[in-house]
């Protein structure tokens, strides 16, 4: 069974950092790939970045510059890096992996498995 826990969400103020991890199990996690989304109230889910087996990322362009994607494949671990928080990347945070997806795609329909996700809350 495929599981993706989430942590390291939390609350900043703008211009802050946080740094997510995705502890990854039951699957042979380096040839899944693996992404980053997130949800706001009232607003629908959205593709923050992506990252392919080999390596290949897509970042959406409201995070470019100031989100970073890793993995650490020895620890089955996803990171995502985030610098310069505004008000506006206040949102639940998910953690999502398949074997088949388009490469780095965006799209929350794409992506069959999910965490339960982690809260970051940005004040101004």
């Known amino acids: 069974q495929v599981r993706l826990e989430e942590s390291g969400g939390g609350s900043v103020q703008a211009g802050g950092s946080l740094k997510l991890s995705c502890v990854v199990s039951?699957?042979?996690?380096?040839?899944?790939?693996m992404a980053w989304f997130r949800q706001a109230p009232g607003k629908e889910r959205e593709g923050v970045v992506g990252?392919?087996?080999?390596?290949?990322?897509r970042y959406a362009d409201s995070v470019k510059g100031r989100f970073t994607i890793s993995k650490d494949n020895e620890k089955d671990t996803l990171y995502l890096q985030m610098d310069s928080l505004k008000a506006e990347d206040t949102a639940m945070y998910y953690c999502?992996?398949?074997?088949?997806?388009?490469?780095?795609?965006?799209?929350?329909?794409?992506?069959?498995?999910w965490g339960q996700g982690t809260q970051v809350s940005v004040s101004s």
């Open positions: 999502v992996a398949d074997s088949s997806v388009p490469i780095c795609s965006l799209v929350s329909v794409d992506w069959q498995y």
């Open positions: 039951g699957y042979t996690y380096k040839t899944y790939s």
């Open positions: 990252i392919s087996s080999d390596g290949t990322t």
